[in-house]
């Protein structure tokens, strides 16, 4: 007598469009969770209101994170902060976060997701509502309130992904993806030390995501987990070319607004800021720049993986690959005429980040069809503990202690505090040509990964 089991996924396979057999979390969920309705092409009116609030809620995320770079200027002011000490800030911040990802991804996979993101929103929103009143003779008190606030968001960031790979199958999926991280681009746009207070008011009334009628209910351990995703050279190659992703991001937010201000000292464009409050509008520049190119870059990612996929099933680490080494490349240009040309350092520097953005949603959406959805949580609490220990933890700091040694041993003047932020920028570009090569060995697994999440 025929498996019922059997005849069910059969099915259910001939219910999808072949495009989507290939692809997905959505197929391996299928196979785990029989008695659920998989053919979901017209998804219910509820899942588009989840993805609204989880999409609102990373908007608030990513302002919180980004709006030290925009006022860092002053910051370094109030607390007389070198660059190093500023490179540390931040750094702070995502070491606190990415060391937080590994346990909730470890609960994500195994209790109520709903009750983890509450939690975790409320309490980054508190610890930031309360480090905007920190005086300036208690600059360790801002340093450990970063970190805390880098605990609470490692909650939301883990999770949230994993929600709207249950809710949509492959195609909707990216598309989802694709809006949810275009809120990444749009959150770094704060610039003002009194949008912190607010923020962290927004933050606290802000509703979590209703739990979706799927669960994860994982049977193995985590070590088991990290053992079969370390096997997964997919997951491996591609968490790498992430990593590299991240240490750019991570230096170009921190950075850019100031070493953009330094330029335009030493071009004469700007007078020197020498008093305690400095006004500058490349913050606000920048993170126009920032918004346009991520939405772009994302939307654009997301759409040309789409259709690449129906002719070529390693479309998506190649799209990242190249992606990557037009990045580099724009980046290094931009810094190559800083010193001269301005406006073609914003318009290098816009490039730069727009081919960075395409890669947001579509890095995500390979995790998500090469890891079993068992583990996907886990998947991306690892990934977020690699990609920001070896990325944007410490490329901040890295480049601001390379900056503090290049002054070191020149004479102080506006000259070498432009020059050694130059230099030291240079290594991104060269981390962006790493991170291609990590994608393009993500190609040469990828089938192979894919059908084996399929298969689990």
């Known amino acids: 007598m025929q498996n019922p089991e059997i005849h069910e996924n059969t099915a259910l396979q001939f219910q999808l469009p072949r495009d989507e057999q290939n692809y997905g979390a959505t197929a391996a969920h299928a196979r785990h969770v029989p008695h659920m309705s998989v053919s979901r092409n017209s998804p219910a009116k509820r899942d588009y209101v989840i993805v609204g609030v ?10 919180d994170w980004f709006i030290v770079p925009g006022i860092l200027l002053d910051i370094q002011k109030y607390f007389k902060l070198s660059d190093g000490d500023a490179g540390l800030l931040q750094t702070v911040f995502t070491l606190c976060y990415m060391l937080a990802a590994p346990f909730f991804g470890y609960l994500g996979d195994r209790h109520n997701r709903k009750i983890i993101l509450g939690a975790g929103v409320f309490f ?7 480090s905007s009143f920190i005086n300036k003779s208690y600059s360790w008190i801002f340093f450990l309130s970063r970190g805390l606030v880098g605990i609470g968001t490692a909650s939301y960031s883990t999770i949230a992904p994993t929600i709207i790979a249950d809710l949509f199958e492959e195609g909707k999926r990216t598309t989802m993806l694709s809006v949810f991280y275009i809120f990444i681009p749009v959150g770094r746009i704060q610039r003002r030390t009194e949008a912190h207070r607010a923020l962290s008011i927004s933050g606290t009334i802000r509703v979590a995501a209703e739990k979706p009628g799927v669960q994860r209910t994982a049977k193995t351990t985590w070590c088991e987990d990290v053992i079969s995703l370390g096997k997964n050279w997919s997951f491996v190659w591609s968490s790498l070319g992430l990593t590299a992703m991240a240490f750019v991001t991570g230096a170009l937010g921190l950075w850019v607004p100031l070493f953009l201000y330094r330029a335009q000292v030493v071009q004469g464009i700007v007078s020197p800021c020498l008093q305690e409050s400095c006004s500058s509008s490349n913050s606000l520049i920048f993170g126009g720049i920032t918004i346009g190119t991520g939405i772009l870059g994302v939307i654009a990612g997301a759409e040309v993986a789409r259709r690449l996929r129906k002719i070529n099933n390693k479309a998506d680490p190649l799209i990242c690959a190249v992606s990557m080494f037009l990045s580099a490349l724009n980046l290094y240009i931009a810094l ?3 010193q001269t040309n301005i406006l073609f350092t914003f318009i290098f520097i816009a490039f730069g980040e727009l081919f960075l953005s395409v890669n947001w949603a579509v890095v995500t959406d390979i995790l998500l069809y090469v ?7 886990t998947a991306i609490a690892l990934q977020i503990l690699v990609s920001h220990l070896l990325g944007d933890a410490g490329s901040p700091y890295l480049i601001g202690i390379i900056s503090n040694a290049i002054q070191a041993k020149n004479a102080d003047s506006f000259q070498w505090r432009f020059w050694s932020l130059q230099y030291s920028f240079i290594m991104c570009a060269f981390v962006g040509v790493f991170g291609g090569s990590f994608f393009l060995l993500t190609s040469l697994y990828i089938e192979e990964d894919r059908k084996e999440a399929e298969q689990l």
């Open 54 to 63: 989880l999409c609102y809620a990373n908007l608030i995320n990513f302002m």
């Open 124 to 130: 980054w929103s508190g610890v930031t509502l309360g």
């Open 336 to 338: 190559i005429v800083a």
């Open 371 to 377: 890891v079993t959805p068992r583990r996907q949580s």
